[in-house]
Nanobody, 121 residues
Framework: QVQLVESGGGLVQAGGSLRLSCAASGSIFSINYMAWFRQAPGKQRELVAAMIIGGSTKYADSVKGRFTISRDNAKKTGYLQMNSLKPEDTGVYYC???????????????WGQGTQVTVSS
């Protein structure tokens, strides 16, 4: 069974920084895709940043130049470095990954439980 566990959320003042982590555990053969989504109160979940296995990245326009997605393949952990945070960055941040488990060749989509990020003005 594959699990994703996020950490690193919290309360920060506008202009501050946070680094979110997403640790994958279980019988993992490969992580083909990892992304961060966020959901603000009353809004739909939106893509913040994504990275595919080759290292290509994609960012929401609202976070370009401020957020950086990265991963440590050896640790099976992904990161989201968030700088120059704004109140509108507030929300629950979710890690999403497409993982191939060791007992199967079929990629499967997994989600973490979410971590709260609150940016005060």
């Amino acid at each position: 069974q594959v699990q994703l566990v996020e950490s690193g959320g919290g309360l920060v003042q506008a202009g501050g920084s946070l680094r979110l982590s997403c640790a994958a555990s279980g019988s993992i053969f490969s992580i083909n895709y990892m992304a961060w989504f966020r959901q603000a109160p009353g809004k739909q979940r939106e893509l913040v940043a994504a990275m595919i296995i080759g290292g290509s990245t994609k960012y929401a326009d609202s976070v370009k130049g401020r957020f950086t997605i990265s991963r440590d393949n050896a640790k099976k952990t992904g990161y989201l470095q968030m700088n120059s945070l704004k109140p509108e960055d507030t929300g629950v941040y979710y890690c999403n990954a497409v993982v191939v488990a060791t007992h199967t060749i079929i990629p499967k989509d997994y989600w973490g439980q979410g971590t709260q990020v609150t940016v005060s003005s």
